[in-house]
């Protein structure tokens, strides 16, 4: 299982950019996804973008298709997320999750965590 930290968010004006980034330490059975998640203020934990270690495919869910960028990080386990054109609703805490044998397009669009699996976090607010 592994342990991610976050780091990277802010406060942001409509329109502009933020890049977030985790590591994690543990270790994970492969082949695994990788991606990251949000939870708004008062809403559940949902995907925004998972990536495959296998062959580095991405997926990313549709409120930030176009907008958003994963990529892995010369570390293991290490992730960023690009975040470009943000809106108010973008507005929430980001985590970073992973889990061995699934796609990502499942692990994004389910979220299989159980609410003890997220990390602290990184809080990022957009303000319109």
């Known amino acids: 299982q592994l342990q991610f930290v976050e780091s990277g968010g802010g406060l942001v004006q409509s329109g502009g950019s933020l890049r977030l980034s985790c590591a994690a330490s543990?270790?994970?059975?492969?082949?695994?996804?990788i991606g990251w998640f949000r939870q708004g203020p008062g809403k559940e934990h949902e995907g925004v973008a998972c990536?495959?270690?296998?062959?580095?495919?991405?997926y990313y869910r549709d409120p930030v298709k176009g907008r958003f960028t994963i990529s892995r990080d010369t570390a293991k386990y290490s992730l960023t997320l690009q975040m470009n054109g943000l809106r108010p609703e973008d507005t929430g805490t980001y985590y970073c999750q992973a889990q061995p044998f699934i796609t990502t397009q499942v692990m994004c669009d389910m979220t299989p965590f159980s609410n003890d699996a997220w990390g602290p976090g990184a809080q990022v607010t957009v303000s319109s």
């Open positions: 990536l495959s270690n296998s062959d580095g495919s991405t």
């Open positions: 543990g270790s994970i059975l492969e082949p695994y996804a």
